[in-house]
């Protein structure tokens, strides 16, 4: 045998066959298949937590903000005011004004960059509570059907556990 011969049969022996390739290919797209799908849940979950969180330190500020001046911000005040004083009412004492404001850093939208829903006097709750939403992943008002996010509590058997998961407040007025 030539030596032409004997290479190409060595280059084709350490080759791999379409077929092996094929299947490589197949468990590489099966795997990271399985990985996205367990990431994205996550992804999903993380955003719903945060959201959530965002929420409380929300409602947190809201209680400083009432402890300062006696009441909750206007709804033409909105969450605005609880970081930008500009905002506050004219006929405030802004010396009651929290040096600092009320949140470290602005937080005019939820995590899927959606305003968050305020108002006062609550339509839910008693007329001296506020309401605030956020509508969720999806952005759309669903009446207790979707993924909205929210402050006041479900009624239920349990006693009324705030599981952040209704429908917003009926617009209008």
Do not use: C
């Amino acid at each position: 045998m030539n030596r032409r011969t004997l290479w190409n049969r060595a280059a084709r022996a350490r080759g791999f066959t379409l077929i092996e390739v094929m299947i490589v290919i197949a468990i590489v797209l099966a795997l990271s298949a399985i990985v996205g799908v367990a990431v994205l849940g996550r992804r999903d979950q993380a955003d719903l937590s945060l959201t959530q969180t965002k929420l409380n330190n929300i409602k947190t500020a809201l209680k400083f903000f009432k402890v300062d001046f006696g009441r909750y911000p206007s709804e033409e005040e909105g969450l605005a005011v609880l970081w930008d004083k500009e905002i506050l009412d004219p006929e405030a004492d802004v010396n009651k004004y929290s040096s600092d404001g009320y949140l470290e850093e602005p937080t005019p939208s939820d995590q899927w960059g959606n305003e968050w829903g305020y108002r006062f006097p609550s339509q839910r709750e008693d007329e001296t509570q506020y309401d605030l939403w956020s509508f969720g992943a999806n952005g759309e008002d669903e009446d207790g059907e979707g993924d909205d996010i929210t402050s006041w509590r479900k009624d239920s058997e349990e006693g009324g556990l705030d599981d952040g998961l209704m429908a917003p407040p009926p617009s209008g007025g």
